[in-house]
């Protein structure tokens, strides 16, 4: 038999890459939660994790064991809220940037809302950098946020930045000075497209800027600038530009809350999307 407080540990060593971050995160020491571990390893039959210089790696049948695992603790919460006397309520307030709304809320809150039906949901749709505002003044209950370092503890789950055009090999390649259409110059996107081009010498303009994804998509759609958008957030007609530009870095994605002490109906819907968010396929 599965031990369900194992499998809770293994996801959140494989969401680290670190059984030391991982220790921090469950209160226990380092060497007990690689008993753990170990203990999971034995119950299942076959090798999860791969030691490495900078942590761990989940192997291949470590990701079968992953993907069950994520599905079985979502599953879990929703028996215990179900089974529950007390029908959680209230309201929440979420923040959302736009393209993690558009790949992943539908999932995310399809679920919460079959398991807690009486708690009202707010969303406010905006860019990291605007929603952190938000919650230092409370406004918004608590927010799904951008994080520049893919490897911090917090970080949920990770996003990659492509390269995206009207075509895979675009003739504005060819210009000595190449067009782009991106976001606010705040933002990581803005920023890891002018990194990555001054890094490489290559010139460029902004040419297009907007503060939405449509807009965005809509000036790549008609072929006149390059953008830069999360690989999850690519329609299917646009192409991720694998040659000719620099690669971009990878991003994570946290939850950060306006108040340590939350509503339990935020609370709740911070353990769903801890549970749900590291395991969508999309």
Not at 158 to 176: G, T, Y
């Amino acid at each position: 038999m599965l031990d369900l407080t194992l499998l809770k540990n293994f996801v959140i060593v494989a969401r680290a890459g670190s059984i030391s971050v991982a220790a921090m995160q469950v209160g226990r020491t380092q060497s007990a939660l690689s008993t753990q571990m170990q203990r999971l390893e034995d119950q299942v039959g076959h090798s999860l994790l791969q030691r490495t210089g900078s942590g761990v790696r989940v192997t291949a049948a470590g990701e079968k064991l992953l993907a069950h695992a994520n599905a079985l603790l979502a599953r879990h919460d929703e028996i215990l809220a179900d089974m529950s006397e007390a029908i959680l309520q209230g309201t929440v307030s979420l923040g959302c940037p736009e393209d993690y709304s558009i790949a992943f809320l539908p999932e995310l809150l399809r679920g919460f809302c079959a398991t807690y039906p009486k708690v009202d949901l707010r969303m406010v749709c905006a860019p990291t950098i605007e929603l952190h505002p938000l919650l230092r003044r409370r406004q918004i209950d608590m927010a799904l946020v951008s994080q520049a370092d893919p490897d911090h503890p917090e970080v949920l789950r990770r996003e990659s930045f492509v390269w995206v055009a009207d075509r895979p090999e675009p003739d504005l390649l060819a210009k000595d000075v190449l067009p782009l259409a991106l976001s606010a110059p705040a933002t990581l996107d803005h920023r890891a497209a002018c990194d990555a081009m001054e890094s490489a010498n290559r010139r460029y303009r902004v040419a297009f800027a907007s503060t939405s994804l449509a807009g965005l998509i809509a000036i790549a759609r008609s072929g006149h600038a390059i953008s830069v958008l999360t690989k999850t957030a690519v329609p299917p007609d646009l192409h991720i530009v694998k040659d000719g530009l620099p690669p971009l870095p990878t991003i994570g994605i946290a939850i950060a809350f306006s108040d340590p002490q939350t509503s339990s109906a935020a609370r709740a819907l911070g353990d769903h999307i801890r549970a749900v968010l590291p395991g969508l396929s999309l």
